[in-house]
């Protein structure tokens, strides 16, 4: 099935067909009635050749020559019905025309002349047509060209400024460099002897490394060894640099990543955080965007990376592009932000629970990653985020929940709407929220991104919790937590008890719960669900991975344009997929049998 465009000149080249026939009849009959209709039909033609000439969909390869065959073709007909008219040979009347001969004669003449008047303003409506095409034609290749050259434009000052930076970044290095090197020569002590230094000569390590610092301290251990007063130096700096990474002098990378519901104004929150300007628009699939932060210390510049996934639990599948091994292991910190819609409490605990389990099953994964690549890899891990791997050691909890490992927040948002439900489901939502938080390591906060003083507020907590995690900036935190449910929580890692969470509503059908095993904490859960569920029931009946109408946003938008080639390549490229999976698994089945077997031959 062709375009829309060729289809319509297809009609056009049917009406011409009929326009030459009926000029043919007049050839041989002389019927007034056949040339009237012919030129009525080439009247009505010339706004629909005006309209296609100024479209872009017939200025195509495929649609511009078919056009300009039919721009002549009519202009041949114009011609033809033209010359025809002005033989004044005269013709048959129909027997359908009863009118006397002299009346018949003055109406003809008539319109004779308004039919002459008419071709002629077609024929110059034609020719104005090409010229005002012609003009749009010459204007959009200057646009073009005016575009291109902002772009080199914009682009060429781009690189220089980037390479301005790189010019500074490089004089700062080569400062630090000749400081270092002046300070090792005021402080060269008693040196270890070379046989007893073994130094090894990573590659991968090397590799590792972006830091020129690290790479000129490793060659100069390499080329002299290691005296007592570098050895004392650099314990020092691994320490600052531990207890604080934001200070040190080099530029940092740290991640923030969110999920959640839909909706639930994840896109404000990074604007937020990032300082990014304008109005935010819907965003989907997965979004990056980065911002910078001046260090105190130096004048490099932390960079943040933002990941942002939309479309709620149906676009989960791309939560492992965004958390990987590599961004745990190099990356300062990474911190996870989960949205949860409180204007839909019925989802809201759902929600929470899967991106819960989402997110300590993708940093399991990473974990054993990391693993396999070098065990050394994560005890670096388990180093850099230690204070999120388990509660303090005097919390009375710290036996009972197992923390994500990773600094996880949970933000629930549009709390301006949620305040007026009443007290009662207000509180089953706050304690439901702070048991989900607490078994699992997380903090908590509700917010609301409307412009109001008291939201304002609760804005500048968001930004100073997350920014506490991402750069370790604990002076700033909030320490005191808001456990109140008539107000905004405010619950950070760590303040929260199963004591002063207390017991859920009792529901006949679920058992009270036990805090004494982490291995029930399913169990626990239970009557947790059942209380919640109790009070805010479900409306529909849709899955998470549903938007509303219980249709996923991309079928609504592409059931209303069918095309039925593509759908046909489309289900033939699916079966073509479906029998390459097919394959790839009875392979990999041949490979588990291929080693069983191996094995249990080579056991004695």
């Known amino acids: 099935m062709g375009s829309p465009a060729v289809s319509a000149l297809s009609v056009l080249f049917v009406e011409l067909e009929d326009i030459t026939k009926l000029l043919d009849e007049y050839e041989r009959t002389r019927s007034n009635k056949a040339i009237n209709q012919a030129a009525v039909k080439i009247k009505a033609s010339a706004p629909k050749l005006k309209e296609y000439s100024s479209d872009p969909a017939f200025?195509?390869?495929?649609t511009a020559p078919l056009l300009s065959e039919a721009k002549q073709g009519f202009k041949n007909a114009f011609n033809r019905a033209k010359a025809l008219k002005s033989g004044g040979k005269g013709g048959k009347e129909d027997e359908e025309e009863e009118a006397p001969t002299e009346q018949k004669n003055t109406i003809e003449e008539r319109n004779q002349g308004q039919r002459n008047n008419d071709l002629g303003n077609y024929e110059k409506n034609a020719e104005k047509n090409e010229d005002i095409?012609?003009?749009?034609?010459?204007?959009?290749?200057?646009?073009?060209?005016?575009?291109?050259?902002?772009?080199?434009?914009?682009?060429?000052?781009?690189?220089?400024?980037?390479?301005?930076?790189?010019?500074?970044?490089?004089?700062?290095?080569?400062?630090?460099?000749?400081?270092?090197?002046?300070?090792?020569?005021?402080?060269?002590?008693?040196?270890?002897?070379?046989?007893?230094?073994?130094?090894?000569?990573?590659?991968?390590?090397?590799?590792?490394?972006?830091?020129?610092?690290?790479r000129d301290e490793e060659y100069l251990e390499k080329r002299k060894g290691k005296d007592i007063w570098s050895l004392i130096l650099k314990e020092q700096k691994e320490k600052d640099s531990a207890s604080n990474p934001s200070n040190s002098t080099i530029s940092c990378d740290f991640t923030a990543i969110f999920v959640g519901s839909k909706n639930s104004g994840k896109s404000t929150l990074i604007g937020r955080l990032i300082d990014k300007q304008g109005d935010p628009k819907a965003s989907t699939s997965l979004e990056y965007s980065y911002g910078r932060r001046p260090k105190t210390t130096s004048v490099s510049k932390d960079i943040v990376h933002t990941w942002e996934l939309a479309g709620g639990t149906s676009m989960s599948q791309l939560f492992d592009?965004?958390?990987?091994?590599?961004?745990?292991?190099?990356?300062?910190?990474?911190?996870?932000?989960?949205?949860?819609?409180?204007?839909?409490?019925?989802?809201?605990?759902?929600?929470?629970?899967?991106?819960?389990?989402?997110?300590?099953?993708?940093?399991?994964?990473?974990?054993?990653?990391?693993?396999?690549?070098?065990?050394?890899?994560?005890?670096t891990f388990r180093k850099n985020y230690s204070l999120y791997s388990s509660l303090p050691s005097e919390h009375q909890d710290k036996d009972v929940v197992k923390p994500i490992g990773v600094p996880v927040v949970i933000v629930g948002t549009k709390y301006d709407l949620f305040q007026d439900f009443e007290a009662e489901r207000r509180k089953i939502m706050c304690k439901t929220l702070r048991f989900i938080a607490h078994s699992n390591g997380t903090a908590l906060?509700?917010?609301?991104?409307?412009?109001?003083?008291?939201?304002?507020?609760?804005?500048?907590?968001?930004?100073?919790?997350?920014?506490?995690?991402?750069?370790h900036s604990s002076s700033t935190l909030?320490?005191?937590?808001?456990?109140?449910?008539t107000k905004p929580l405010f619950v950070p890692f760590g303040t929260d008890s199963f004591e002063q969470i207390g017991r859920p509503p009792?529901?006949?059908?679920?058992?009270?719960?036990?805090?004494?095993?982490?291995?029930?904490?399913?169990?626990?859960l239970a009557p947790w669900r059942a209380a919640f569920s109790q009070c805010f029931p479900s409306t529909t009946s849709q899955s998470l991975d549903e938007d509303d109408t219980g249709v996923s946003e991309f079928e609504i938008e592409t059931s209303k344009y069918m095309e039925p080639i593509i759908d046909?390549?489309?289900?033939?490229?699916?079966?073509?997929?479906?029998?390459?999976?097919r394959e790839m698994a009875r392979l990999r089945q041949r490979e588990v049998l291929a080693s069983t077997s191996k094995k249990k031959n080579v056991a004695p």
């Open 478 to 485: 909030q320490r005191t937590p808001i456990f109140d449910y």
């Open 506 to 524: 009792v529901v006949t059908s679920v058992a009270a719960p036990s805090y004494t095993k982490l291995a029930g904490m399913a169990m626990v």
């Open 321 to 379: 592009v965004c958390l990987s091994s590599r961004s745990l292991l190099y990356d300062s910190t990474v911190v996870i932000v989960i949205t949860l819609d409180l204007s839909e409490p019925s989802r809201v605990l759902d929600t929470a629970i899967k991106w819960v389990d989402i997110i300590r099953a993708r940093v399991d994964a990473c974990i054993k990653e990391l693993e396999k690549s070098n065990p050394s890899n994560v005890q």
């Open 568 to 581: 046909t390549v489309r289900a033939e490229k699916e079966r073509e997929l479906q029998a390459q999976q």
């Open 445 to 471: 906060m509700y917010l609301s991104t409307k412009e109001t003083k008291d939201d304002s507020n609760l804005m500048a907590k968001y930004r100073t919790m997350i920014t506490h995690y991402l750069f």
């Open 133 to 214: 095409e012609r003009n749009v034609e010459r204007k959009i290749q200057e646009e073009s060209a005016s575009i291109k050259e902002r772009n080199e434009e914009k682009k060429r000052a781009e690189e220089l400024e980037e390479m301005e930076l790189r010019k500074k970044e490089l004089i700062e290095m080569n400062e630090r460099a000749a400081r270092r090197k002046a300070q090792r020569q005021l402080q060269e002590g008693p040196q270890i002897a070379p046989g007893d230094v073994v130094i090894e000569a990573s590659k991968e390590r090397e590799h590792n490394y972006e830091d020129s610092e690290t």
């Open 59 to 62: 200025k195509t390869s495929e």
